[in-house]
C-alpha cells in the first residue's frame, strides 16, 4: 500500500542551524502537509501544500512539494530550542480525504 | 487551539471493558477523522465520518466503532478493551472541500489499558 518515507529519523542540532527533513514515496499525491507534535499533544499544521513545485513560508520553515509529486521537504533555519518536536509529514491523493502519514522526525535541539 | 475539542483528556480502564470518546470538530467543518497513535509511532487512520455518514475506513479493529451525530460531533466507541489498545486517540475535522483539503487535530484522548 502506499507509505511515505520520512528522513531522517531523528536529530540532534545546535541551535542556530538549519534543519533539513525529507518525505518520499512512491505513490503520487496531490496534497503535501507538514505538522509538528508536541509531547502529548495534537498535530498542529505547520504548512500545507497542493501544487506541485510550490515553494512556501511560514516563518522560519519553508516547505516544497516536490516536482514528481512524490516528495515533499521542510527546512527551517536559524533553529531555536522551541523547535524541539516531532515532525510529521502527511499526503493526501487526489480524491479521497484518506491522509498517510510519515513516521515523524524527532528534532532536538542543544542550547 | 485548533478549534477541536476532545473529551476526556485522560481515561484509565481496564481490559475487557468498553469506552466511548468524544470529539468535536471546528465550526463548519463537516467531516471527522479517528486516529490512533500508540508509544512512538506514526499515526494511523481509522475511520473518517463526512456530514453523519461513514466516508472511509483504515486499519480499524471489528472492536472499535463510531458514528457521527446531527449536530456534526462524532464518538469513537471501544469495546472490549485489550493492553494493546493503549494509546492516544485523535481527532480531526476538516471542511471537506475537494480543492483545499486540511485536518486540524485535537488535543487527544489518553487511554490506559490495565
Known amino acids: 500500500g502506499q507509505q511515505l518515507n520520512q528522513s531522517p529519523q531523528s536529530m540532534f542540532i545546535q541551535e542556530g542551524e538549519d534543519v533539513s527533513m525529507n518525505c518520499t514515496s512512491s505513490?503520487?499525491?496531490?496534497?503535501w502537509l507538514w505538522y509538528k507534535q508536541d509531547p502529548g499533544e495534537g498535530p498542529v499544521l505547520l504548512i500545507a501544500?497542493?501544487?506541485?513545485?510550490e515553494l512556501t513560508s511560514n516563518g522560519r520553515l519553508t516547505a516544497q512539494f516536490g516536482i514528481t509529486r512524490k516528495d515533499s521537504f521542510l527546512n527551517i533555519s536559524a533553529s531555536i530550542p522551541s523547535d524541539v518536536g516531532i515532525y510529521f509529514c502527511?499526503?493526501?491523493?487526489?480524491?479521497?480525504?484518506?491522509?498517510?502519514f510519515g513516521t515523524g522526525t524527532r528534532l532536538k535541539v542543544l542550547a | 487551539d485548533s478549534g477541536v475539542t476532545q473529551t476526556p483528556k485522560h481515561l484509565i480502564t481496564a481490559t475487557g471493558q468498553r469506552v466511548t470518546l468524544r470529539c468535536s470538530p471546528r465550526?463548519?467543518?463537516?467531516?471527522v477523522y479517528w486516529y490512533q497513535q500508540s508509544l512512538d509511532q506514526g499515526l494511523q487512520f481509522l475511520i473518517q465520518?463526512?456530514?453523519?455518514?461513514?466516508?472511509a475506513k483504515g486499519n480499524i479493529l471489528e472492536r472499535f466503532s463510531a458514528q457521527q451525530f446531527p449536530d456534526l460531533h462524532s464518538e469513537l466507541n471501544l469495546s472490549s478493551l485489550e493492553l494493546g489498545d493503549s494509546a492516544l486517540y485523535f481527532c480531526?475535522?476538516?471542511?471537506?472541500?475537494?480543492?483545499?483539503?486540511?485536518?486540524?487535530f485535537g488535543p487527544g484522548t489518553r487511554l490506559l489499558v490495565l
Open positions: 480531526a475535522s476538516s471542511v471537506a472541500d475537494r480543492t483545499l483539503e486540511t485536518q486540524y
Open positions: 505513490s503520487i499525491f496531490n496534497t
Open positions: 501544500l497542493y501544487k506541485a513545485g
Open positions: 502527511a499526503a493526501v491523493t487526489s480524491g479521497t480525504y484518506k491522509y498517510i
Open positions: 465550526s463548519g467543518d463537516l467531516s
Open positions: 465520518y463526512y456530514n453523519g455518514e461513514e466516508r
